[in-house]
């Protein structure tokens, strides 16, 4: 089985440009969670879904970032405008009815 | 305010030793404890989970959880040195991970050969 799946793997963009991520989860899955990880903060929720539905986004950290999930198969997390403090790796995870949750590759985000 | 406390290390541990992981958690409602492996560049796979104090062993790792201590350790034995990697530590009120999982910082495991 396909596990999640997080494009792009790696982006690289300049100050104040929008980014997109996008997240694919594993079908059947009805949670779906953004974390960020970097070296000072670890890893930290952003936002999660339950049926599409976003369930908490307390862990966004200001209103540039913003996420989606239009259906059960896709998600974006959008970042606009990007800042250099944004760069982290993103991750993308999901998880059904409550259970063990399981992560995709992640997206290294570089903000230059 | 959910805290998960790990001290970073690095924490180094001859091979076929038994490797000593520990973690503190604030939440007195939390439910559900997970314990995650991340190699350099990659994504966490969980590795124990354990819902109950006590003991939970699964192969070379067992999991140990105290509620009134609000503590929470990993032991893996016989370690290797493909044991390397970073541990974290994970919370979550409910039952399973519906609520979003609370990660600590993570201890480096170095398993010397």
């Known amino acids: 089985d396909a596990g999640v799946i997080q494009s792009p793997r790696h982006e690289v963009t300049e100050m104040g440009q929008e980014v997109t991520l996008r997240c694919k989860p594993i079908s059947g899955h009805d949670y779906l969670f953004w974390y960020r990880q970097t070296m000072m903060r670890g890893l930290e929720l952003l936002i999660y879904?339950?049926?599409?539905?976003?369930?908490?986004d307390s862990g966004m950290p200001e209103d540039r970032f913003s996420a989606k999930m239009p259906n059960a198969s896709f998600s974006t997390l959008k970042i606009q405008p990007s800042e250099p403090r944004d760069s982290a790796v993103y991750f993308c995870?999901?998880?059904?009815?409550?259970?063990?949750?399981?992560f995709g590759e992640g997206s290294w985000l570089t903000v230059v | 305010q959910k805290e998960v406390e790990q001290n970073s290390g690095p924490l180094s541990v001859p091979e076929g030793a038994i490797a000593s992981l520990n973690c503190t958690y604030s939440?007195?409602?939390?439910?559900?404890f997970f314990w995650y492996r991340q190699y350099s560049g990659k994504s966490p796979e969980l590795i124990m989970s354990?819902?109950?104090?006590g003991d939970k062993e699964d192969g070379r790792f067992t999991a140990q959880l105290n509620k009134a201590s609000q503590y929470v350790s990993l032991l893996i034995r016989d370690s290797q040195p493909s044991d390397s990697a970073t541990y974290l530590c994970?919370?979550?009120?409910?039952?399973?991970?519906?609520?979003?999982?609370?990660f600590g910082k993570g201890t480096h495991l170095i398993i010397q050969p």
């Open positions: 939440d007195r409602v939390s439910q559900s």
């Open positions: 354990i819902y109950s104090n």
């Open positions: 994970a919370v979550t009120v409910s039952g399973g991970g519906a609520d979003g999982l609370t």
């Open positions: 995870a999901s998880g059904q009815g409550g259970n063990t949750i399981y």
């Open positions: 879904f339950n049926n599409n539905v976003p369930i908490d």
